[in-house]
């Protein structure tokens, strides 16, 4: 059964860092993209960073290239989302996801399987 977990959302003053984490059970991430996306109270959800089947390809949203790194542990079958310089705007609800797929999308429609979210607040 395929099941995703998000942790380590929270609170952050602006300018902070925060890191999320995806744990993955079911499938292998050696053979599936993993996205995360975040959905802002009253907006849609939004592809944030991808990380593909092979972990050799990595997608970015243009807004966010910088301040965001996605990396993974196979051996744990996790992938991390470390996000610094975090701003106001970057309130929501953050979500892994797969395709069961190796190849990146930015695109929450192509996703079939997905964890339950992690809030993150970005507020002084």
């Known amino acids: 059964q395929v099941q995703l977990a998000e942790s380590g959302g929270g609170l952050v003053q602006p300018g902070g860092s925060l890191t999320l984490s995806c744990a993955a059970s079911?499938?292998?991430?050696?053979?599936?993209?993993i996205g995360w996306f975040r959905q802002a109270p009253g907006k849609e959800r939004e592809g944030v960073v991808c990380i593909s089947g092979s972990g050799a390809r990595t997608w970015y949203q243009s807004s966010v290239r910088g301040p965001v790194t996605i990396s993974r542990d196979t051996t744990k079958n996790m992938v991390v989302l470390q996000m610094n310089s975090l701003k106001p705007e970057d309130t929501g609800v953050y979500y892994c996801?797969?395709?069961?797929?190796?190849?990146?999308?930015?695109?929450?429609?192509?996703?079939?399987?997905w964890g339950q979210g992690t809030q993150v607040t970005v507020s002084s």
């Open positions: 996801a797969t395709n069961l797929r190796t190849s990146c999308s930015g695109q929450a429609t192509e996703y079939a399987y």
């Open positions: 079911g499938f292998s991430l050696d053979y599936s993209a």
